[in-house]
């Protein structure tokens, strides 16, 4: 059973950063994607940034490429998600998510979800 957990997330003003960390343990780490997804209140859950855990396949969201970018470190078991340039639309609580193999930007692929990490955003 794979489990998730989402840390990093605050008050940052508009043009500042984070560095959100989603933690990962149980079951075969290497056969995964994982992912960021975000959900402002009243919104749908939209889709962030993804990447295989091996190899070199990334995939954004237009509304972040430039400013977000998605790593891993395989020894810790932990994928990050870099915000830089933060902007008052980009407030939402971000959640970690994970399925076995594939990047894909839908959200009901994936089976395995953190517990989300709230990130505000201040003009």
């Known amino acids: 059973q794979v489990q998730l957990v989402e840390s990093g997330g605050g008050l940052v003003q508009a043009g500042g950063s984070l560095r959100l960390s989603c933690a990962v343990s149980g079951g075969i780490v290497s056969a995964y994607t994982v992912a960021w997804f975000r959900q402002a209140p009243g919104k749908e859950r939209e889709f962030v940034a993804a990447?295989?855990?091996?190899?070199?396949?990334?995939d954004y969201a237009d509304s972040v490429k430039g400013r977000l970018t998605i790593s891993r470190d395989n020894a810790k078991n932990t994928v990050y998600l870099q915000m830089n340039s933060l902007k008052p639309e980009d407030t939402a609580v971000y959640y970690c998510?994970?399925?076995?193999?594939?990047?894909?930007?839908?959200?009901?692929?994936?089976?395995?979800w953190g517990q989300g990490t709230q990130v505000t955003v201040s003009s």
């Open positions: 990447l295989a855990w091996t190899g070199v396949n990334t």
């Open positions: 998510a994970a399925r076995i193999r594939g990047v894909i930007s839908s959200a009901p692929s994936y089976a395995y």
